[in-house]
């Protein structure tokens, strides 16, 4: 296999070289039967398959670097005739890359084409449009985007009469249509389409909204793994993330409403009987530290609260805080009094902590989930 790419790196220099037709036309007869040895190799040895195809894809991209700049036919019979043995490569040549862009604007033109004969909202055709443009002029070109496109222009033919957005929503989703220009479109239809209120009732019809349609995308989305932009997660995966965040909210929502006593269904338990009536729950747990470090908060409160107007003692404070945590803080000046005179560590130790361990919280994520009430 080796003397046979060494074959065909000679024939191309000497095809590359020289003007006499009769030269040229042995010698590109002589290319064929290479390209079928290395065909043949392949399929008899397929150890050697790939790196073989590695090979040819570096004889390729030096090819078309003289197509480039000569752009002789000879040339293009060449890359042609290689290309089909590259075909199955994952990563396509400079010269493919060529031709999938070339493919994929005709396409654009297509797909724009046939969306100005459809009914459809102006922000869907803006959304898509503009996401073609994006793919024509950033994208990288693979066979894979061309492949989407080429499915959904032949799909735009079949079904172009009377096609309804919500259809050629679900149609993008099942291709694996995944340009934020689209995502953002999807995702911003599902919420304006959502069930309004903030009642009890509403929120659980919200639920039953988003778990519907996380299901149906999920199917959809069954069987797709690659989507036309390989720099973003598939267009499925993306819209079950924004269904597992609205329902998360939903759910602390729920949580709130049911503490303050506004329940969905009225008289299942005397204290759901009156949706509008106050919780007679008290927010009560027990300070989960040492004494001195209510203490330290205490002050640090009230300190802040009469450098600005507040009119509140310390006092007050101490009692809400025992009452709230369950706990006395008898003699709180005498603790305050040692808090000041500590030696081996700062008086604010508490409030440090309280900063650092906040802060680690905002910065590295949520270990555990704050609950809104």
Known sequence: MVEILNQLFLFWKIIGSTANDMVLKRYMDDWRNLLWQVELNGLLSPADRISSLNTLAVLSDRIYERYRKMPKPAYYILLNSIEQLLAERDVPTNFASMQIKVNIAGLRRQIEGLLLGLS???????????????????INYTNQTQDILSGLVRWLQKNEVGLQSEIVLDQLISFNFNHPFVTDYIIGTYRT???????????VKKQCYLMDKERYVKYLGLYKKVGLCADFPPLFVQLISYFKLELKWLNQRMKQNRYTGHFLYEGSSPEMSNPKAKSTKKFQTRWPADKSDLVELAYALYIYMRKRGSKVTIAELANWLENTFRVSLSRYSHRFAEIKMRKLTRPSKFLDVLVTEFLIYVEEGDAYQAEMI
């Open 120 to 138: 459809l909202p102006k922000e869907l055709s803006l959304a898509l449009n503009e996401a073609l443009k994006d793919i024509v002029q950033k």
């Open 193 to 203: 389409s959502m069930p309004d209120g903030e009642g009890m009732k509403e929120i």
